[in-house]
């Protein structure tokens, strides 16, 4: 309900700031949603996606399980922290656009530079936020666990795993949405394909609504997309939304 | 296990340990926490370890548990050398360790199925020990839905499921109230006539050891050794209403305070 509000906040100050105009190539809500429902009718958004969420998915999948894999990996072992957290932290830190050059020089202008970019984008947040869940795993339930006779495999999979779910999945949701900005980043930068060459297209001509209706319709979808990636968390982790109790 | 009469039980249980602890010497980098400590635990009966903060109670639990090793000497639990934890002891933790994410009847039958006892099996052994320490009606709530003494009896309904014989609790009643700490000891001396177990006590209540004890070993500060080790004898068999006022229970907490308010001093 509250979303909903604050939704409708959002877009009434989008449609007066195009009203006012607050700048020629701002324009309003109506006229963006009707380019966006023209885009829709005429099949071009469909075709536009279809070339954009490939690179976007395979790397957000990529950098899922990886990322989980390679985070739990370093939050278990004890001597490899110092050698991979600081490449991460880097990776987190880099300017990816100084990077885009290289990738294309090494891998060329097709998916694969794009599936790379998504996931220099998505992966350094879900590994750091698993290895620092798994790290900080109360030392007194793995206790509890071992005098209850758990073998290894136990302690990962009823402590160690749930005890970090938490933490693991803000890193997922943080990741994805670094991936849809790695997506489209890269079809701006490398080769205009799907929603990035609507962007650039639209522009170019001066069709604002369009490249609007282009941009809106990317945040639309990774709104959905996190909140389907909470409802998985609420299913897989039933216990988490309950809270915590604070001893 | 067979169980052992009452009017017997001093007598037998003077040759027989559920768990004996020998030279151990623990040692924390440059801490020595425990230092040549030897300790005798007569099957069936609760004895209490009693000392000063910091001198070393829950590091000699968490040996026995097999949960760390001793720097030196050894633990046998019937007998057998203690080389990790075992199916025979069960701990209850000073900050009762309950999953913050699981239900109070998974809680209560985790350890069990970490033993891949099945579901339903598990959950009808846990039904019971839950009603045992007072909470039927909890099984479906989180430990975040609970008090503090709440929580602790479910840590105290998850090491009695396990069917243990040996019972490790590190101050146990340390959360609760005053009146609610009265009735876990009562609840205690019910357990310990009940289950016919081995209990080892960690408390820093003089009070609450001589209260609830069949034996009392008094620690030295650091590196710790047993100074002292207390048998009440006259009123074990008395109710619980008078324990109390006996007059060997107010003589016993007497000298356990003569000796140890010189290290508070
Ligand atoms: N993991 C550890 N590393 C280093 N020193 C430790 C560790 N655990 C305990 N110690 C030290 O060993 C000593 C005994 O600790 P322990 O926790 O066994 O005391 P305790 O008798 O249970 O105290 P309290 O009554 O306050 O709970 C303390 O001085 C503590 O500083
Ligand atoms: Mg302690």
Redesign the interface.
Known sequence: MLKLLSALIVFGAWEIGGRIPVSYAFPTFIDSMAALARMTFDGSIFVAYAETLQPLVVGVLISAVVGIGLGLWIGLSKGFEWLFSPIFVVMQAAPLAALIPILVMVYGIGLTSKVFVVCIMAMPVIVLNTASAVRNT?A??K????????RDR?VLL??IL??ASPVIFSGLRLGVSAGFIGAILSELKITPTGVGDIITYSRSIADYPSMYAAIFSIILLAVIFLNLLEKLENVL????N?????? | MQPIKSDTRRAVTETDSAVSVRNVSKVYGDVQALKDLSLEFPRGELTSLLGPSGCGKTTLLKIIAGLLEPTSGQIEVNGAKVTGPGPDRSFVFQDFALLPWASVIRNVAFGLELRGVAKSEREAIAEKYIREVGLAGFEKKFPHQLSGGMRQRVGLARALSVNAQVLLLDEPFSAVDEQTRRKFQEDLLELVKTEKKTFIFVTHSIEEAVYVSDQIAILLPRPSRVSEIIRPSSFRDKSVDNIRRDPEYLDIVDRIWASLRSYVE
Request: glycine share 8%; net charge negative.
């Open positions: 109360p007194s339930l206790e509890m666990a071992t005098s209850f006779l758990a136990d009823k402590i749930p005890a982790f039933e216990g988490n309950r809270g915590y109790a604070a001893d």
